[in-house]
């Protein structure tokens, strides 16, 4: 192989590796908004594919004549709390409640028939739809309060780009709701939002049942290519699977075994084995199974650490991540102290009282800094904060009063930290 050769060939094993971490932390892509996130996945779309096809099992669908790019990730059942990212208010950062996600799909649904749109008739036109039914709460554009939330449902749809300014800006239309703000509509982004491996039209629900809405969520979310017993067997205390009746549900078996079990590995910051099924841990443990992570891992440009615990994927470029940790802010610094504290009691736990009374004391030896946080209800805050998230990365759990490590925090108890910008913390962040 010439040099030239050699040197397209490594060209191309990087722009894979990069467009599947790329993805992984951003499953929509929207040319206008990132051109080069979507021509890298444009251009390795072959391989890229065929990377979450075979490991993941999910579909990537570029539409290059609208300019977006979906990756159609699969919701596994019954997430935990921790596993939740919800959307985020733009100035709090407080996950959404119910009243803006309600915006959010009201908004989204009134943006159908529209390319052009000033942020007043789309608030007028939200406001009219949640005034003639029922089932959704009032949005009143007169209330400060509800001109915020719908704020914060606009700035989402912009961040995901849905929705691209032309002239002004949506933050001031929550102090006066006379803004002049000009917006055009992506709509081919608009309709891949809701990624799903079944379309919404092809789903039939009962709405006089009780728990039509649960319904609507699993036909959206079935995946026949596995069957129809192998969803709940995900869970981690299912029990054993019942063996294959012929070689084509032996087929569908090692399918779901290998897709579902990888899924969690590469969805997950840190992933312990006590959250896998019985089925999935007898797979990481089989040569075959632990041979398909190992491939899955080095193509995806993934470090893999393997522990009796769990298994944890390095991007030392830190693309994949969503939330880097540790990383810069008050919240991190309070999180690696708190880790700190867990990891060195015995018993590898603590009650909350003593967690608060551990953040008021960093928070008083260092007065200038989290100046956000130094009032009355800041040690509180920052507490929840830090705490959410280390639960996030899967590095503590809580039992009522009682936060616990987990097996991978002890990643970071030789981290050294201070309360200010500079810190000396491993180079490393989970994916």
Known sequence: MSNLQNQLVVTETEEVRKAIRVLLRTPLIVRDSSPDDYDLVRRRQIAVSAWF??????????????????????????????DVRPA?????????????????????????????????????????????????PPFDTKRHGHRRAFVDAVLQLEEAGILRAVEGRAESFTDDAT??????????????????????????VNLDQDEWLDDAVDALLAEPAYGED??????????????????????????????????????????????LSPAQRDYLDSISGREQLRKAAETAGFVLETRAEGYLLVDRERIST??????????????????????SSPAGSS?????????????????????????????????????GLLGRHHLVTRDGAVVTARPAAHRYRDATFAAAPARNVPEESPA
């Open 322 to 343: 969503d939330e880097v940790f540790p990383g810069d802010g008050a919240p991190s610094v309070a999180a690696l102290h708190l880790v700190t504290v867990l990891t």
């Open 230 to 275: 192998y969803r709940d067997a995900t869970r981690p205390g299912a029990g054993p699977l019942a063996p294959p009746e012929d070689d084509a549900a032996r087929t569908r078996r090692n399918l779901w075994l290998r897709h579902s079990t990888l899924r969690a590995v590469f969805d997950d910051p840190a992933l312990h084995r006590d959250r």
């Open 88 to 136: 985020r208010q733009h100035r709090s950062g407080v996950p959404f409640d119910r009243h803006r996600y309600v915006l959010l799909c009201v908004v989204g649904a009134e943006l159908v028939s529209r390319r052009v749109v000033t942020l007043g008739e789309l608030a007028e036109a939200a406001a009219h739809s949640c005034s003639t039914d029922a089932a959704l």
């Open 53 to 82: 096809q075979n490991y993941l099992g999910w579909e990537l669908r570029l539409h290059p004549r609208s300019g977006h790019v979906r990756l159609v990730k699969v919701a596994p059942p019954d997430l935990v709390p921790d």
């Open 351 to 387: 009650h909350i009282d003593l967690l608060r009374s551990a953040i008021a004391d960093l928070l008083a030896a260092n007065r200038g800094w989290a100046r956000t946080y130094q009032d009355d209800d800041g040690p509180d805050r920052l507490l929840a904060e830090a705490i």
């Open 179 to 204: 803004t002049a703000v000009l917006y055009q509509v992506e709509q081919a982004g608009l309709f891949s939002l809701l990624a799903a491996p079944v379309g919404a039209s092809s789903t039939a």
